[in-house]
Structure formats: structure tokens, C-alpha cells
């Protein structure tokens, strides 16, 4: 277990819609860095906050946003969801912005249908 | 931009032999890092060994080590005396020196299989 918590597990949605993933860092880590997992795809970097504020970007959808809270925990809000957006997404934490360790959680299963 | 090629889609290997997994990446970039992830049945990528390209010793970690060839691209994993807990996607990952710590480019991934 690597202490990140992702909520939900799966999803199932229509195109068009609008979903909220969860995600709570370990206990103590100020980074949180959002993923997609799809087939077409493969792993690619969405976004990192640190400490609330947004601190890079990757090839996130004007579609997508995300934002941490005072609690560090995160949202990632994925809207006018299409076909392609269904995918695995990864939440990952880390203590600070240094070289140390990502940990990541379990991921939540978006199926768009 | 970088790019990370995992060529091998599948690998297979019987317990307790060693297999070699094999990943190439692109870049203009003289400090950086690299990385091996472990995504099992469960999802969750855990990190199995990273490299630092300033360092010119390969990396180990107990059954795990690498063989880097920075002139060449290269970064390949070596996973001796298997274990039917190493089944799992693996992906190799880059990172720039001073990117962010989570802007990691990760290849397609290769899929190991453990046979008893």
C-alpha cells in the first residue's frame, strides 16, 4: 500500500458528461501529480500541484482541470467527456519537488461510454 | 522533444532464471534521469530502479539492476533469479534534470511473464 488514495475505483459515464477523480497524498507529501493511462496513448504526465498551486503541466485537455486543496487532497475534473477520454488515471505524491520517490495510488478507471 | 522505445511488447521467463528487459530513449539532453516502474495485476506503478545519467555506475537493487550505456541510449533492466511475483507490465520512464519530478516520459511498456 502505498498510502495514496484514489476514489473512485471505477467509473462509467456517457459522453458529454462531467466526473470529479479523487485523490488524498500520503500523509506529509505537498505533491500531487495527475496521469492517464490509455491504450492509444500509453502514460502521460497530466499536471503536478505542490502545496495548492499548480506547478507543471503536461498534455492535459483544456477539458481537464485540476486543483489541491488547503487538505492537499486533489481533484482532477475531466468535462465534455468523449470516447477517448475513457483511460486509467494515476494520482502519484511526493514529499516535495526534489528527487525523492513518487508514490502512486491504484488509479481510477473512467469508462465512457 | 524526448522520446523512450520499449521494443519488446511481451517477454516471457522461467522461474529463477534471469530475463533482460530493453528500453532506448532519444534526447538532446546531457543530465537526466531514467527509470524502471513494475505495474502488477494490482495497477499501482511502483518504482523499481532509477539512474542518474551523471553517474556512470550502473544501478542495483537486490534482483534488479541496469545496464546504461549513455552514448548508446540505452537502458536496459536485468531481472535475475525471477520470481512469480515479477510478473508485470514494466515501463521505462525519462525525466529531464531540471523538469518537474513527475514530467516523466514513459515508453509503451513490456509485458513479463514468470512461468513455474
Known amino acids: 500500500d502505498s498510502g495514496v488514495t484514489q476514489t473512485p475505483k471505477h467509473l462509467i459515464t456517457a459522453t458529454g458528461q462531467r466526473v470529479t477523480l479523487r485523490c488524498s497524498p500520503r500523509?506529509?507529501?505537498?505533491?500531487v501529480y495527475w496521469y492517464q493511462q490509455s491504450l492509444d496513448q500509453g502514460l502521460q504526465f497530466l499536471i503536478q500541484?505542490?502545496?495548492?498551486?499548480?506547478?507543471a503541466k503536461g498534455n492535459i485537455l483544456e477539458r481537464f482541470s485540476a486543483q489541491q486543496f488547503p487538505d492537499l487532497h486533489s481533484e482532477l475534473n475531466l468535462s465534455s467527456l468523449e470516447l477517448g477520454d475513457s483511460a486509467l488515471y494515476f494520482c502519484?505524491?511526493?514529499?516535495?519537488?526534489?528527487?525523492?520517490?513518487?508514490?502512486f495510488g491504484e488509479g481510477s478507471r473512467l469508462t465512457v461510454l | 522533444a524526448q522520446t523512450v522505445t520499449q521494443s519488446q511488447p511481451e517477454m516471457s521467463v522461467q522461474e529463477a532464471e534471469t530475463v533482460t528487459l530493453s528500453c532506448t530513449y532519444d534526447?538532446?539532453?546531457?543530465?537526466?534521469?531514467l527509470f524502471w516502474y513494475k505495474q502488477p495485476p494490482s495497477r499501482q506503478m511502483i518504482l523499481v530502479i532509477r539512474?542518474?545519467?551523471?553517474?556512470?555506475q550502473n544501478a542495483t537493487e537486490n534482483r534488479f539492476s541496469v545496464n546504461f550505456q549513455k552514448a548508446a541510449k540505452s537502458f536496459s533492466l536485468k531481472i535475475s533469479d525471477s520470481q512469480l511475483g515479477d510478473a508485470a507490465m514494466y515501463f521505462c520512464?525519462?525525466?529531464?534534470?531540471?523538469?518537474?519530478?513527475?514530467?516523466?516520459?514513459f515508453g509503451k511498456g513490456t509485458k513479463l511473464s514468470v512461468k513455474p
Open positions: 502519484a505524491s511526493s514529499q516535495g519537488q526534489g528527487n525523492g520517490e513518487l508514490f
Open positions: 500523509s506529509g507529501d505537498l505533491s
Open positions: 500541484y505542490y502545496n495548492g498551486e499548480e506547478r
Open positions: 534526447t538532446s539532453e546531457s543530465d537526466y534521469y
Open positions: 539512474q542518474e545519467a551523471y553517474k556512470q
Open positions: 520512464a525519462y525525466r529531464s534534470w531540471g523538469g518537474s519530478q513527475g514530467n516523466l516520459i
